[in-house]
């Protein structure tokens, strides 16, 4: 086995860190016998700057993923070839927004959200293409449904004409080892495998992993890593 090229400094551009990152996860798949391609990178570029995410798209990423819808308006236009994903809190106010500028949104959670995205989305004229934000560790403080309302919030979702669940999305807690993560990320997996099944609907996406954490999860099943600071370097100001 090969050993992990080591991290980029401090100093490394966005294109190194970039290539580090492809490179990794091109690893992860080939030890996890999954195929070429299996895993989409989400570049996280909340926070940056246009000039760096214009950086990253000339480094080879088309797809990016923002947390605020407001921030998200600034950009957006700017790189409308791209695939934008919202992996940021959507609120009740913002959903038509949202639908207006992303092509995916992954932190639907509640059955409630979901019909304001298919609202809008209808009269968009799309299907929005979405994920269930799952709290998976039962955290108090955290957003995310409850893996137990999980089948009704996905039994709401069937006929509405305006968005598509594909899958289920979940931010573990934060840990220093990445293995500790681990079984939340197994669980995540099982949670989508449980509900696939008993619904009878196939859910092919599973989005866990960030950048300490995402060649774990690559090996559990993850089909969307979201990589902020491994591409970008330490984020300043918020988030
Ligand atoms: C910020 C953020 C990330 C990226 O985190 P990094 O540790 O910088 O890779 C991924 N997912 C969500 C939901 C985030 O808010």
């Known amino acids: 086995m090969n050993a992990s090229p080591p991290t980029p400094g401090e100093g490394a551009t966005i294109r190194e860190r970039t290539g580090w990152v492809l490179d990794r996860i091109a690893e992860a798949e080939r030890r996890a016998g999954r195929p070429p391609g299996a895993v989409k990178l ?92 799952v709290n998976v560790a039962a955290e108090g403080s955290k957003a995310g449904a409850s893996p137990e309302d999980l089948p009704s919030i996905l039994a709401s979702s069937a006929p509405l004409p305006g968005v598509r669940v594909e899958g289920l999305m979940a931010i573990p807690p934060w840990t220093e080892s990445p293995e500790a993560t ?13 509900l696939s099944r008993e619904s009878g609907t196939a859910l092919r996406e599973l989005s866990m992993g960030m950048s300490h954490d995402f ?25």
């Open 215 to 239: 060649e774990v999860a690559i090996g559990e099943g993850a089909t969307m890593v979201r990589v902020g600071t491994a591409i970008f370097g330490s984020r300043r100001g918020r988030g």
């Open 42 to 133: 989400v570049a996280v570029s909340k926070t940056q700057s246009l000039p760096r995410i214009l950086e990253a798209h000339a480094a080879g990423l088309s797809v990016f993923g923002e947390n605020y819808v407001q921030e998200a308006a600034e950009k957006v236009p700017a790189l409308p070839g791209a695939e934008w994903h919202l992996i940021g809190k959507l609120q009740g106010n913002k959903v038509r927004r949202a639908v207006s500028l992303f092509a995916w949104i992954q932190t639907a959670d509640s059955a409630t959200r979901l019909a304001e995205i298919s609202r809008c989305g209808v009269e968009a004229g799309k299907v929005v293409p979405a994920l269930i934000e």
């Open 182 to 194: 681990r079984p939340h990320f197994i669980r995540l997996r099982e949670l989508r495998d449980l």
